[in-house]
């Protein structure tokens, strides 16, 4: 979650940045790096290719900084290259559902993708929290692409609707669309899970 | 339809409660006896109490380590000229002239074809034979001129050269 303060520090990063203090951008990529993260990890499944895309996507903000007019805000303007680079890179992948593994309990060679379970949880209501986890990640999994975008920014993000349409460069109905029909899949999906854990 | 059409549109924000009170009343009128919706608000509800089951991917400090070392070897290189710069695919165009770029080979076809269709239609094909049988009808009758004239010409010389062959033999 980015609060108005949040906003007022990343636009005045942004400024020092501007004015060539290039340290600032440090500060940005420190703001933001792990929320950014789980964006694009929530969009592709995939911890290594997020980890690409991120990088990708601070590059991409580190030269285009200069010509940033402070329209929107700066987490607005980032997210709008992210999602673009997701989008080129599941284009370039072929929009394969494979890609959408969400191995987020299994670790990677190195030991980086990996969640952490909740230690205060007894071992049954653990698996049974994790089951319903691996239901929702494929339920995200089903959702078309706009869809888990929408979803994402929404939810998972905890942007307002305005700015959902503001990143996916769509009308305000339109992201409401989407969300609408992304939120019902996943009620559908989570139903009788959701019975079980009330 | 009309009611259930609206109720399907603001079904989202009563769940959520963002919704003024005049439209929840409206919602809430409606939901009584539309057991669709009824339906669908309870998947709604369902799918936002399932975002509280997602958890955010927690990686290691190690892992955040190394990606600020290879986002700055990144920057560093691109400053340096080392990296290619990102989305600078079309730098020899101006952002302004690339519908025109792209207008471009549009029209040349369009030009060809209309160049095609010009030259090898039916009406124009026969509009050429017709053409050419016009000129060579002119050819042959340009022809047939010459030859008249120069029939003409032999004869005034075989008339002239029985009246007085000296004059043929004096200039030769």
Known sequence: MTTSADVQRSLECVRRFQEGEKIAFDEL???YQRQAYGFVYSLIGNAEDAADILQEGFLRAYEGLGRFRGESGFKTWFYRILINLTRDMLRRRGRSRKLFSYSLDEEDENGTAKSVPDATLRPDKAAQEHECESVLN??????????REAFSLRYFQGLKTEEVAHILGCGVPTAKVHIFRAVRHIGRIMGPYMHVRS | ????????????DFAEGDISERQAVQVRVHLESCPVCRGRLAEIRRGLQAVGLHREAQMSDDFWKKFDAGLQKKIFERECGRLPRTGRRFIWVAPMWRPALIALPILVIMFAVATHLRVFSPAAREEALVRDAAWLMDEAADEQGALSSDDDITADIEILYFADPSTFRENG
């Open chain 1, 29 to 31: 990529v420190r703001m």
């Open chain 1, 138 to 147: 494929r339920a995200l999994c089903e959702l078309s692409d706009r869809q």
């Open chain 2, 1 to 12: 339809m009309g009611v259930c059409f609206f109720a399907k549109r603001k079904l989202l």
